[in-house]
């Protein structure tokens, strides 16, 4: 039959795994926030690259314009300039510049055209990839909220989980919680069964010693047994 001390051990150790489980997931939720964070200023980089290709090729249209601007106003004055003319010589001079000057507002009003196509396209795209990615922002939202509720949740449970460990560590003696407090620094289990011969901690075979004192619920000096090995509370399980 199960000592009442370690029946007593056992319930501290119950309230402590879920005290450490329940703190273990708090600590998890800051970084979870982060990462969804991090995936939020992911699909918001995406939205502002897409836009700003869009800027650029509104920015280029600009300066297309600028160019075509400024050929209309030299093919003005070239035109103005031939009409005032006497010589021939000049009058073909201004000519020559004025097809010039046409060919380069042909082919500028050309990149115009391609550069208002890709406008056009990158309008769509954007649209599509921000309805998208905003989509996405808001589902990332909700899922920090989810969380931050969490967080208040395991505030509040952790609250009664210690409330628990101080309740089962209440009818212990000192030098026993100061044994199961050393060892339970280590980790968890810090009271395992022995099955077989062998530690449920380490999987060790303990002496007969040992397993003899677990049998009786205390070790040959009067106090708890421990494992051979690992140092960890034993005792029998029938």
């Not at 510049?97 to 208002?116: D, N, Y």
């Not at 050393?182 to 062998?198: D, E, F, Q, Y």
């Amino acid at each position: 039959m199960l000592a009442p001390v370690l029946e007593k051990l056992l319930i501290l150790q119950d309230r402590d795994a879920k005290r450490l489980g329940l703190e273990a997931q708090l600590k998890a939720v800051p970084r979870d926030i982060a990462a969804v964070e991090g995936k939020i200023a992911g699909e918001k980089a995406a939205i502002e690259t897409a836009r700003m290709e869009l800027r650029e090729l509104e920015s280029h249209k600009k300066i297309i314009e600028t160019e075509i601007g400024s050929a209309e106003g030299k093919l003005a004055k070239y035109r103005t300039q031939q009409s005032l003319v006497r010589k021939n010589e000049e009058f073909k001079a201004l000519g020559h510049e004025i097809e010039t000057t046409q060919g380069a507002i042909g082919e500028w009003e050309g990149k115009e055209l391609e550069v208002m196509y890709k406008i056009d396209e990158a309008k769509k795209k954007f649209a599509a990839a921000e309805a998208v990615l905003k989509a996405n922002i808001a589902g990332h939202e909700a899922r920090i909220r989810t969380l931050q509720e969490r967080e208040v949740s395991l505030q509040a449970e952790l609250k009664g989980a210690q409330a628990e460990v101080l309740t089962a560590r209440g009818p212990l003696a000192e030098l026993e919680l100061k044994l199961y407090d050393r060892i339970a620094t280590k980790g968890l289990p810090a009271c395992v069964p022995i099955r077989g011969g062998k530690c449920g901690g380490c999987h060790l075979k303990v002496s007969n010693e040992v397993e003899s004192a677990a049998r009786n619920g205390k070790s040959l000096d009067g106090k708890l047994a421990t494992c051979d090995q690992c140092g960890r509370l034993v005792y029998w399980e029938s």
